[in-house]
Nanobody, 118 residues
Framework: QVQPVESGGGLVQPGGSLRLSCVVSETIYEIRAMAWFRQASGKQRELVAHMTSAGGSLVADSVKGRFTISTISRDNAKITVYLQMDSLKPEDTAVYYC?????????WGQGTQVTVSS
């Protein structure tokens, strides 16, 4: 079972930083890509950043220059991907979800709350 597990959310002041982590265990199906999405209250879920196992990555225009999705690390059949979030703004407040994709399906984590407020 591929089950992403997120951590690292919390309350931070505007201008602050947080690093989110997502760990997923590989099964017989290799993870091809991992991504971070977010969903603010009353809004649709949106893509924040995406990275493939080949190393390609992208971030949404709304967070470009502030958020970084790091290199996927593999250890004992577990993959960890990080989302470094700097210069946080109140509009970054949302539940952040990790998504892991194999050739067959995509899997969602439970989400971690990020609140940016003074």
């Amino acid at each position: 079972q591929v089950q992403p597990v997120e951590s690292g959310g919390g309350l931070v002041q505007p201008g602050g930083s947080l690093r989110l982590s997502c760990v997923v265990s590989e099964t017989i199906y290799e993870i091809r890509a991992m991504a971070w999405f977010r969903q603010a209250s009353g809004k649709q879920r949106e893509l924040v950043a995406h990275m493939t196992s080949a190393g390609g990555s992208l971030v949404a225009d709304s967070v470009k220059g502030r958020f970084t999705i790091s290199t996927i690390s593999r250890d004992n059949a577990k993959i960890t991907v990080y989302l470094q979030m700097d210069s946080l703004k109140p509009e970054d407040t949302a539940v952040y979800y990790c998504n892991a994709a194999t050739d067959r399906a995509a899997y969602w984590g439970q989400g971690t709350q990020v609140t940016v407020s003074s």
